[in-house]
Each structure stands twice: as C-alpha cells, then as structure tokens.
C-alpha cells in the first residue's frame, strides 16, 4: 500500500497543477477599476539570480516607454534583489518558511495559495504578466491567476520543447498568450509578452549593455567600494567558481589552470566572486593558482557585486548570476556550460535561451551529451561538463578578449 502513495500523490499534485482544474477550485482577485494609473503586476517567482537580472532590461524598457505605468513585481527567493531596480513601484515577496516548520512541508501551489489568501488578495490590477516561458516550475502563472487582471498574458506551453511533466497546461489561466516565437532568449520572449500587453511596442536588444545595471556599476557607491577592496584603479578578471545546480560547475582546478595560462601571467588580479558555500572551492582555487587573488565569495551584497563585476576587464564562470551581471555590463563574459551545442537550442537549459545578454559573450560546451544524458546533462554531479577542456576554453577566451578589443577600437565611446 505504502508503495503506491508516492506516485498517487505525485498525480493528485499534477491534477491540482493543472490550469484547467486550478482556475475551478483557486479564488481570484477582482480587477482593478478602469482609470487612473494603469496597474501592472509581474510575476516571477523563479528565485536564481541569473533569472532575475534577466528582468533588468525589460523593467528599463517597461519605465521608458510607460513613465507612468504602476509596476508591482511578485517574487521569491533572490529575486527579491530586483528590488533595487528604480521602475519597480511595489516589492512584493513570497518568504520561504522555516525548514522545521509544517508550511516547508506543504506543496509549492498550496504555499502560493495561502500566501496571496494572507497578504495579497485586496491587490487589484489591470493587466498581470508572466514575462518567462512557458515552463515554470515555480508557479508563476498560478499565480498570476489568484491576481487576476482585466488581461493575463504570458508566453504559450505550446511553444515548449519540455516534457508533459514540467507543463501545467497553464493556457486556461490567461486571456491572451504568445502563440508564435519570434525568439529564443528569455529577455526576447519577455519582450513578446509585453508586446501583446500593448506595453512595449520596440524590441529590446540581447547583445547590449543594460542600462540600469550599468548605472549601479558606474555609481559614486560602487567605485568607493572598488577603491575600499583595492580595485578601482587596477585591472582585474573576475572568476565566479559557482554553480545553481552541482553538474552544471566546471572543476576548480580547471579554472586555476586556465587563470595561470590566461590571466595571471598578464599581471591580472583574480577576483573570486560567489556565495558563502563556495568557501571550499575558494580556497582551492588560491593554492592553485596562487597569490594574486581576492577572495570576495560571501562577502558581498547584491550592488557590490554588481560594482566587481561591472567593471572587470574579463569574466570566466560557469552558467551563473555574476556571469549575466558581467555580461550586461559589456563585461568580456566567459561561460562554461553542461548543456551541449548538438541539444535543442529552445530547451530550457539551452545557453542560446539563456546566455548572459551583452555585447561581448562566449560559451563553451560540450560536442554532445555524454551517455545516459540525451536531452540535457541529468546527472547529479559533474558529467558532461567535465568534456570541456582547458586548452578549447582558453583559445575561447582569447578570441573573446581580441574581438572585444577590436570592436572597441572601431566603435570608440
């Protein structure tokens, strides 16, 4: 009996997931009154930092386009650092529950549910967005629902290469979706989404800086902190060791040998960036590759790492926040991924869907997925990242570096 509880509850869960059943059980907020501002809600619980630095872009769009427009930005997690975006009216985050408590052990739909019932429900608005695909694992389109809206609008399922299991059939849920991908990048997609909102009539650009990160890296604050850690006037590379999930991270030693060969011996500082989980792999890292390195790993807060990584000459990591920081700060931006170039480029876990946005970014990846991993790499450790070499990164790097050069003296500011 005990044996066919989890797979009952698995499927109970999924029935419960489904948009079609949600809306006839889930409760739903009013809209808001025709006039006055026009009310916008966000959802994006999705809480990486990679994720949320992707909204930066679309949020400078949303504000230049509509100075007017109310924007309130539902999230969880670190998602919550979108706060320090000036175009956002109104920070709403859900917090996650003690690990003790009975609310950590309740289903991610029923939290979402109870938290809008709690702190939410007398919110109103006139139009609720989903501004990423349409694979969302973390509920942002339930969501979006128990907000209601004169208009919900997010990118369609259908436009989805993933798995049944991962979509939700979250199509009942809106009024309007994108029903024809005229792009892969999430930023794209996002820009889609806010097209058919009527919100945003230009089409943003993945391959320039962004903006308002680029004003928080170029601020009065983020140079006296370059200038209290002894950055502001030297050149330096930032290296972010870290990873969201374990077979997406590139071994340490692999990036202390590609440092010594591409870095240090250019009398550049290495600066290691990262939380503080990432202390062991720190340390690693500096007896590899030796004393010209500053470990910053869970030292800084969201604006200081944005101030490091803003205005390095170079950054090398795996697939991570402080790579799409870099990126969109124009940022030489190095990444080496899992997700291999033979697998579809629509997937979720595609760099092509994903890449850090900016004008100057590479990507290493493996030829093919190794054996057992056909779609993506699956395995719970280091595997089919472990087939990107030193030798095959470091010519990426010099090639980057040597593009970004030249382009910089044939378009000088």
């Not at 930092?49 to 930005?73: C, H, K, Q, Y």
């Not at 060969?261 to 007896?287: D, S, W, Y």
């Not at 030292?299 to 090398?316: D, H, M």
């Not at 033979?342 to 850090?356: C, Y």
Request: proline share 7%; charged share 20%; aromatic share 8%.
């Amino acid at each position: 009996m005990g044996s066919d509880q989890g797979p009952f509850i698995k499927r109970l869960y999924r029935w419960l997931d489904r948009g079609s059943n949600f809306r006839r059980y889930a409760p739903q907020a009013a809209p808001a009154e025709p006039g006055g501002r026009h009310q916008l809600a966000i959802c994006n619980l999705i809480p990486n930092l990679g994720d949320t630095v992707m909204m930066f872009p679309l949020l400078d769009a949303l504000r230049n386009e509509n100075p007017n427009l109310e924007i309130s930005f539902f999230t969880q997690g670190t998602g919550r650092l979108i706060g320090v975006h000036s175009a956002i009216d109104h920070l709403h985050v859900i917090e996650a529950p003690p690990s003790n408590t009975f609310w950590a052990k309740v289903p991610p739909l029923a939290r979402i549910l109870a938290w809008w019932w709690k702190h939410w429900r007398h919110l109103r608005f006139h139009t609720v967005v989903v501004l990423r695909g349409g694979v969302d694992p973390y509920r942002s389109h339930h969501l979006a629902w128990l907000l209601g809206g004169t208009r919900r609008i997010a990118y369609s399922p259908k436009l989805e290469p993933e798995l049944p299991a991962y979509q939700y059939d979250v199509s009942p849920l809106f009024t309007d979706e994108v029903e024809e991908m005229q792009g892969i990048h999430e930023v794209t997609r996002g820009n889609e989404v806010l097209n058919l909102a009527g919100l945003l009539k230009g089409t943003i650009s993945i391959e320039e800086p962004v903006a308002s990160l680029l004003g928080i890296a170029q601020s009065t604050a983020a140079r006296n902190y370059r200038h209290q850690i002894g950055l502001e006037d030297q050149s330096y590379a930032v290296v972010a060791l870290g990873a969201s999930i374990e077979r997406r991270a590139w071994p340490v030693a692999a990036f202390a040998e590609l440092a010594r060969k591409q870095l240090l011996n250019q009398n550049m500082r290495i600066v290691l960036v990262g939380g503080p989980e990432l202390a062991p792999a720190a340390l690693k890292f500096r007896e590899l590759a030796g004393e010209n390195v500053l470990d910053l790993t869970g030292s800084t807060n969201f604006e200081q790492l944005i101030a490091v990584c803003g205005k390095a000459i170079c950054f090398v990591g795996n697939d991570s926040g402080p790579a799409h920081i870099a990126g969109a700060c124009g940022v030489p931006t190095l990444i080496i991924t899992a997700f291999a170039q033979s697998s579809r480029t629509s997937h979720h876990a595609s760099p092509v869907r994903s890449h850090p946005l900016g004008p100057f970014v590479a990507v290493v990846q493996p030829k093919e997925q190794l054996s057992g991993c056909e779609t993506q790499c699956i395995a719970t450790e280091p595997h089919c990242i472990l087939e990107v070499t030193v030798e095959e990164t470091s010519l990426a790097l010099q090639e980057l570096l040597a593009s970004a050069i030249r382009i910089s003296k044939d378009c000088p500011e």
